[in-house]
Structure formats: structure tokens, C-alpha cells
């Protein structure tokens, strides 16, 4: 095939065109595969620029927010023979001290109770009675102040009525 020169010259020209196009996309998109982005507007006036504080920066420098992973009223046979354990989420400011509670007595950590992950989990041992029946709080304190929740845990036999037996009078 024979080309004329004024076809090579179209043909040139066309070629020129086209690459010279391709080259002004691949110049565009270059800044988005670059290593650092090109900052938007005047460098100064985001300096300047107040940072917006998030519901966790706010939770990391507050008192404590203290919640149980469980719901209440917890049930729980009194031939259960596992101990059965609670656990609570704690954010705000650092170092938090938990204290765990029952019907309004500090629990005293020992044979029966346990706690484990910077009391973050209570672990009481069987056997169980009814006297282990009754709400368990949790007290989380920082040096911003003091949140207390509670749940409610209820023990029951073979042979108790669990809707009445949770509607008694403590």
C-alpha cells in the first residue's frame, strides 16, 4: 500500500492530535495517584481552621459513660453449674476505677468474686442461692466524676414461678 504525502501528513497530524490529548488526561490524573495531595485553596485559612471535635474525642476527656453488655433482668437456674459472669463497656477519661456493688454492698473480690480485664468483668462462682438474687451495679470514677449502672439478676429453681417471684418486694 502506497500513501501520498498528503495522507502521511493527515495521518501525522491526526496522531499529534490524539497524543497530545492522551498526554493532558494522564497530566490530570496524575495528582489523584500522587503521593501528596495538592492542598485545596489558601494553605493559611486551614490552618486557621477550628478542628470539629467528634462524640469520641468528647467521651476520651469526659467522665465516664458505663453500660452492661447484658439486659436486665438477667435469669439464671440455681443448678447452673458455670459461673456466670457480667460485663460492662467503659469510655471516657483514663485511668477509670470500677467497683462492683450488690443491693447497694461493695462485693468483696475473693473466692466467690472475680474480676478480670481491669474489673471490667465481675465472674461470680456456683453454687447459687436465692441471696445471690438482686441487682449488681458497677461504679465507674475518673477525676471527671462517677457513673453508676445496674442490672438485675434473678436466680431461680426448678420449682419457683419466675413472674411472680420477680414482682416480690425486695
Not at 463497656?89 to 461493695?106: A, F, T
Request: charged share 20%; aromatic share 10%; glycine share 4%.
Amino acid at each position: 500500500m502506497f500513501l501520498c504525502p498528503q495522507q502521511i501528513k493527515t495521518a501525522t497530524i491526526n496522531y499529534a492530535v490524539w497524543f497530545k490529548s492522551a498526554l493532558n488526561v494522564l497530566a490530570n490524573l496524575s495528582p489523584l495517584f500522587s503521593a501528596k495531595p495538592k492542598p485545596l485553596g489558601d494553605n493559611a485559612a486551614q490552618k486557621n481552621k477550628p478542628v470539629v471535635e467528634t462524640a469520641s474525642m468528647k467521651l476520651s476527656g469526659s467522665k465516664p459513660y458505663l453500660y452492661f453488655k447484658v439486659k436486665s433482668p438477667l435469669r439464671i437456674s440455681m443448678t447452673a453449674k458455670k459461673p456466670f459472669n457480667l460485663s460492662v463497656s467503659v469510655k471516657g477519661l483514663q485511668p477509670i476505677k470500677i467497683q462492683w456493688h450488690k443491693d447497694l454492698h461493695e462485693l468483696v473480690i475473693g473466692s466467690r468474686y472475680k474480676t478480670f480485664d481491669n474489673d471490667r468483668r465481675l465472674l461470680v462462682e456456683s453454687p447459687f442461692t436465692e441471696e445471690d438474687s438482686g441487682t449488681y451495679r458497677a461504679s465507674a470514677c475518673n477525676t471527671k466524676g462517677c457513673e453508676v449502672r445496674g442490672v438485675q439478676v434473678l436466680f431461680y429453681s426448678k420449682y419457683t414461678n419466675i413472674k411472680t417471684w420477680a414482682k416480690r418486694p425486695q
